[in-house]
T-cell receptor
Framework: AQRVTQPEKLLSVFKGAPVELKCNYS??????LFWYVQYSRQRLQLLLR??SRESIKGFTADLNKGETSFHLKKPFAQEEDSAMYYC????????????FGTGTQLKVEL | EAQVTQNPRYLITVTGKKLTVTCSQN?????MSWYRQDPGLGLRQIYY???????DKGDVPEGYKVSRKEKRNFPLILESPSPNQTSLYFC????????????FGQGTRLTVV
């Protein structure tokens, strides 16, 4: 069965500490992977996608096909990074059906 | 401004009273979908539509209906709401196809008493 797993419901780090939000997926095909973010009282928005290989707000995510992982990383957490983060694969040819993980709440403390 | 608009933002209703949550997008997107967000369960897809008059069930469709008569609108209908449908609902749209960004509405917080 297709599944995406975000093992941590809550991740609390201090400002300036490195951050890694874990995402593992199990798909039979080749998914495209995204990270979406939801800041407090705001709508979900795209943070980054793996095909772009970009860094957004200091975040990067590398697709590891061997480990079927797409962890989100940032070397130095900022207070404004506090938000809910969702990993979301789309199975290619699946009609753009986004399947979200259960999300990880990131809390950056001063 | 390109956006997805949901109405209402907040709704408290009683069990069994039919309601409709509207969703409209102005980006000419083919693909639209509805999600519900519950603590510990993340976002789960209720229904989606790949184009006008084409809709299909998502992961949790029970108790919901949708229609797609126009490209821009994708209303979510609860014919007989029950307390277990108390949730935060999001509508999303995209151009469809792999790798395209989904745009979300601001959410509708529904409470069924």
């Amino acid at each position: 069965a297709q599944r995406v797993t975000q093992p941590e419901k809550l991740l609390s780090v201090f400002k300036g500490a490195p951050v890694e939000l874990k995402c593992n997926y199990s798909y039979s095909g080749s998914p495209e992977l995204f990270w979406y973010v939801q800041y407090s009282r705001q709508r979900l928005q795209l943070l980054l996608r793996h095909i772009s290989r970009e860094s957004i707000k200091g975040f990067t995510a590398d697709l590891n096909k061997g480990e079927t992982s797409f962890h989100l990383k940032k070397p130095f957490a900022q207070e404004e990074d506090s938000a809910m983060y969702y990993c979301a694969p789309i199975l290619t040819g699946g009609g753009n059906k986004l399947t979200f993980g259960t999300g990880t709440q990131l809390k950056v403390e001063l | 401004e390109a956006q997805v608009t949901q109405n209402p933002r907040y709704l408290i209703t009683v069990t069994g009273k039919k309601l409709t949550v509207t969703c409209s997008q102005n980006m000419n997107h083919e693909y639209m979908s509805w999600y519900r967000q519950d603590p510990g369960l993340g976002l789960r897809q209720i229904y989606y539509s790949m184009n006008v008059e084409v809709t299909d069930k998502g992961d949790v469709p029970e108790g919901y209906k949708v229609s797609r008569k126009e490209k821009r609108n994708f209303p979510l209908i609860l014919e007989s709401p029950s307390p277990n449908q108390t949730s935060l609902y999001f509508c999303a749209s995209s151009f469809g196809g792999s790798g395209t960004e989904a745009f979300f509405g601001q959410g509708t917080r529904l409470t069924v008493v």
